[in-house]
């Protein structure tokens, strides 16, 4: 039972390990409300918000081009289970109001 512990925390903090360190900006959000969950460091450093502010947050705070209903529109092939991914280009916008283009992935997770 202490080894399945054991193995299991050590999966569990190489997976952080991978999100926290990635080279591409990951957020996580929940797909009803929109919230962020979790944000890597090079998400948060690159938008200049802290995880704090980004909790209060959704992907419509990033993205100025969007609405909350063209946002759902892309959302929705996801949730129907018609796609395992949708990627789009779209623009971010910093903490500072600075903008800058991405481009986007989204995958549906449930836990």
């Given amino acids: 039972m202490a080894l399945k512990l054991y193995e299991a925390n050590a999966h569990a903090n190489m997976y952080r390990q991978i999100f926290e360190n990635s080279l591409n900006e990951n957020y996580i959000f929940h797909a009803e409300t929109l ?21 209060g947050m959704t992907p419509l705070d990033l993205k100025p081009e969007l609405d909350l209903q063209s946002f759902r529109a892309l959302l929705d092939p996801l949730l129907s289970g018609e ?3 949708v990627l789009f280009n779209a623009v971010h916008r910093r903490k500072d109001g600075s903008l800058y283009p991405v481009e986007v992935s989204l995958q549906l997770f449930e836990q």
Wanted: proline letters at 0%.
């Fill in 35 to 55: 919230k962020f969950i979790a944000v890597n460091r090079g998400a948060k450093k690159n938008v200049g918000y802290t995880m704090e502010e980004l909790s």
């Fill in 83 to 85: 796609q395992e991914q």
